[in-house]
T-cell receptor, first 111, second 114 residues
């Protein structure tokens, strides 16, 4: 039973435009959410995170928004660049040590 | 260079032949974890360890064993591998394993069980 869902397996966006990745969750006990980025043949790398007590966190071109009432978070990338082409995973945790990940969204940034 | 190292990177083996995937980190992290990545399912946690001699089950522990005898190492053991364990495996570590701590991942081990 997946508690973290990324319902869009893929997303194609033009260079310079905004990429919006979505993530839904079912466990209201999650207290922290993290986004990871993964290139082929490499492990995931941390991108940005947000605490459940906040509704927005920004780091350069990356912004994560959290809507607790809807159990929904989104990652905005503005502007999108070719190097952003990767798989993005949403992850969440409610207990120390235990983490749930979504299925991932493949982003392709086109010229 | 701070890193998580997994070996082997690729392995093709047969059903029932015991295998071990090693994981080592050089960041003095207390927390280590194993995940498997499957299409459409994302990463699923197999086992994790909050510190030496402390291990706990993740969401998909069946068919796997782990041990944490030293802080830097966290091997994943498949005592009797089966084809449904064919997957891409990742080891990860962080300082404490708390929810807000990003994990550092190895580059993965692709296992094929025939």
């Amino acid at each position: 039973d997946q508690q973290v869902k990324q319902n869009s397996p893929s997303l194609s966006v033009q260079e310079g435009r905004i990429s919006i990745l979505n993530c839904d969750y079912t466990n209201s006990m999650f207290d922290y959410f993290l986004w990871y980025k993964k290139y082929p043949a490499e492990g995931p790398t941390f991108l940005i995170s947000i605490s459940s007590i906040k509704d927005k966190n920004e780091d350069g071109r990356f912004t994560v928004f959290l809507n607790k009432s809807a159990k929904h978070l989104s990652l905005h990338i503005v502007p999108s660049q070719p190097g952003d082409s990767a798989v993005y995973f949403c992850a969440a945790s409610a207990l120390w040590g235990k983490f749930q990940f979504g299925a991932g969204t493949q982003v392709v940034v086109t010229p | 260079e701070a890193q998580v190292t997994q070996n082997p990177r690729y392995l093709i083996t047969v059903t029932g032949k015991k295998l071990t995937v090693t994981c080592s980190q050089n960041m003095n992290h207390e927390y280590m974890s194993w995940y498997r990545q499957d299409p459409g399912l994302g990463l699923r946690q197999i086992y994790y360890s909050m510190n030496v001699e402390v291990t706990d089950k993740g969401d998909v522990p069946e068919g796997y064993k782990v041990s944490r005898k030293e802080k830097r190492n966290f091997p994943l053991i498949l005592e009797s591998p089966s084809p449904n364990q064919t997957s891409l495996y990742f080891c990860a570590s962080s300082f404490t394993g708390s929810s807000n701590q990003p994990q550092h991942f190895g580059d993965g081990t692709r296992l094929s069980i025939l």
